[in-house]
């Protein structure tokens, strides 16, 4: 079994579910009492927020590298970056390190096409909605259109991640929200909607939505125990 290096912490609310879900994934593939080899290296989000904000992705991408190399330092074979929003800099962290980065919109990418699915809603923050570093790596890599709800949507859902869901709380209100703009996407021609933020299946689950969902967190951590037993 390779060691898994989880960068968490952004928020620990979702960096959480990694590593409950890797651990019970081992623990399926190989009965009890195994359970996954993994580091954590997980970080002051409030640093990381602030940052994202005033647009310093050089001082973050500067910040992940040195998070990674001491991960393949300390014995990690394959890295995750535990937040859908970081990959912006995840090409910046590839080149600087030797063992594999697990791109989290590439784990996403096989379940859609798994799926027949070649155009999916987009839920996540500002920066991920509406920056071409997931949705367009998305289509240029994997064949795969997106769409993202309008730009009033989309402050909804970037103010109750960073408000509500990074904190662990979880409102009916926030819920019903959501599950309103997914169905404007079906509207608009969507097969299914990814889940974009690590966060967001804290509140939103199969029964919540009209389409079909793509847990980015689960398809992560699932993609990276594949990678650990081979």
């Not at 002051?44 to 005033?54: P, T």
Request: aromatic letters at 6%; a negative charge.
């Amino acid at each position: 079994m390779k060691t898994i290096g989880l960068i968490g912490g952004m928020s620990w609310e979702s960096s959480l579910e990694y590593y409950r879900i890797t651990n019970e994934l081992i623990k399926e593939r190989l009965g009890v009492p195994h359970s996954s080899k993994s580091l954590m290296y997980s970080v002051d989000f409030a640093e990381f927020e602030k940052l994202q904000h005033n647009g310093e992705w050089e001082v973050i991408a500067s910040k992940m590298i040195n998070i990674a190399k001491k991960l393949e330092s300390s014995g990690a074979e394959l890295v995750l970056i535990c937040t859908n929003t970081m990959h912006k800099i995840a090409e910046d962290v590839q080149k600087n390190i030797k063992v594999p980065l697990l791109h989290i919109a590439d784990a996403t990418a096989e379940d859609i096409k798994a799926k027949q699915m070649t155009k999916v809603g987009l839920l996540g923050t500002k920066f991920t909605m509406e920056q071409d570093f997931y949705t367009g790596r998305l289509k240029e890599k994997h064949g795969i259109d997106v769409i993202i709800p309008e730009m009033t949507e989309r402050k909804v859902i970037h103010n109750v991640i960073f408000k509500e869901l990074i904190s662990g709380i979880i409102k009916e209100e926030s819920k019903v929200k959501f599950k309103e703009i997914i169905k404007n996407l079906k509207a608009n021609g969507a097969e299914g909607v990814i889940l974009g933020c690590t966060e967001i299946p804290l509140l939103i689950e199969d029964e919540d939505s009209e389409l079909p969902i793509f847990n980015t967190t689960m398809l992560h951590a699932k993609k990276a125990v594949n990678l650990a037993l081979e």
